[in-house]
């Protein structure tokens, strides 16, 4: 037994001192051919230093081989030491065996430093010099993969798939293409490729992921069962619970919905959407006292979030409780928040406290966002009723018939108005 594999062996034990050990004598009694397969294996296991110590002390022997400098910039690369990784590249030519391997690093180089367009630039060089490596095609194929580009993407998956590689570095290459097609909007390809992941690769982002499409292609049942045996087996897995408790509110299984919203609220207390999506499941079992519970929480939680706010402020709407909405809104207003719904939903509470003044100024403020919705003005039509507006209350009438030409009771009431004119 080399001294090398006396290294890996005492690494795989656990006997670290030993194989440090074992590792100063292969780098003086081992030769050239097993060092290298050392390096590789301590790079793989992420013993850094070592494998780049043994990279120096061969290139110091072969100053030509350039695969080396590409391994030692790889290493430089996973240290943060980009300049000396470039240092190393660049002494690479155009004519070497390595220049394709050096163009993947380099790549990778300036992906970390999220210069894109330089990536996407050195990974085309290697393509079309090496159109049929299918280590390129899997760059090319990560690459745009990363960027959210996943059509790009499918088309170096689909090359790999094609010249037989199901996998390739530890990733699945049809569950790559079933995240692809799914993020197009082509959800039957997608659950096809989803159905094609070898069970070894099966992991929780990937039945996630599946479980979504079935959604998507509304076959509710069975993304049901994807996502309830998800949790089953990983039940940490947060991002389940909200799109399982949608499946059931979907079938109309609010309790159902409701125990796994309070399931995922066990493994996420702090999140803000699973507070938010309790209330509006609370809200069909008709719980208000729990779900006002739920709304707090949420808008303690992300007071910040505007759709929660707004939430919360409907709710506070249908229980009559003016002021605590008033209470809630008019912090924002000052704020200069102009979401229109935030400016109708403080008019129907100043309206209804009798604050009219305030409540018209902040009708005013929503028309222009909801001059086409009928039920917006109705509201105001009503409001005009009540300040004896007049002039303004046949304007929106007039408007609004033109909207709702059926609407008889409101064609009686233009009627009213005209006679007393």
Known sequence: MTYSEQ?????????????????????????????????????????LQQARTIYLKLLDRYPDEDELKTN??????????????????????????AYVQSLLV?????????????????????????????????????????????????????????????????VDIAGRLGICYAQSGQFKKALGYFNQV??????????????????????????????????NDDNQYASAYPELAKAYEKENKYQQALRVVQEGLSVDQY???????????????????????????????????????LQYSNFLLHQHDDEANIKLLSPLVKEDETDPQLYWNLARSYQRTDQLELAGKYYEAALLAYSENPTFL?????YYRETGETDKLMDELEHYLRLVPTDTEMQDLYDQ???YK
């Open 7 to 47: 290294m890996l062996d005492q690494l795989e034990a656990g006997k670290l001192k030993e194989a440090q050990n074992s590792f100063k004598l292969a780098l003086i009694n081992d030769d050239d051919d097993m060092l290298f397969s050392l390096a590789e294996e301590l790079y793989a296991l992420g013993f």
């Open 271 to 309: 999140n803000e959407y699973l507070y938010s999506l309790a209330a509006e499941i609370t809200s069909h079992l008709g719980d208000q006292k729990l779900m006002k519970k739920y709304l707090v929480k949420a808008h303690e939680l992300a007071p910040e979030n505007m759709t929660i706010t």
């Open 417 to 419: 108005y005209e006679d």
């Open 72 to 97: 030692l910039a790889t290493i430089a690369i996973d240290e943060g030491h980009n300049d000396e990784a470039l240092s190393y590249l660049a002494q690479i030519k155009p004519d070497s065996p």
């Open 106 to 170: 380099a790549a990778d180089l300036y992906q970390t430093e999220e210069e894109f367009e330089v990536t996407e630039e050195k990974l085309k060089e290697a393509y079309a010099l090496a159109p049929d490596e299918p280590a390129v095609e899997f760059a090319l194929g990560e690459f745009y993969f990363m960027v959210g580009q996943y059509s790009e993407a499918i088309q170096y998956y689909f090359q790999l798939i094609k010249n037989g590689y199901t996998d390739f570095a530890k």
């Open 198 to 231: 070898k069970p070894e690769y099966q992991t929780s982002d990937i039945r996630f992921q599946k479980g979504l499409t079935q959604l998507q292609l509304g076959d509710t049942e069975k993304a049901i069962k994807t996502l309830e045996d998800l949790i």
């Open 378 to 382: 109705k509201e105001l039509i009503n």
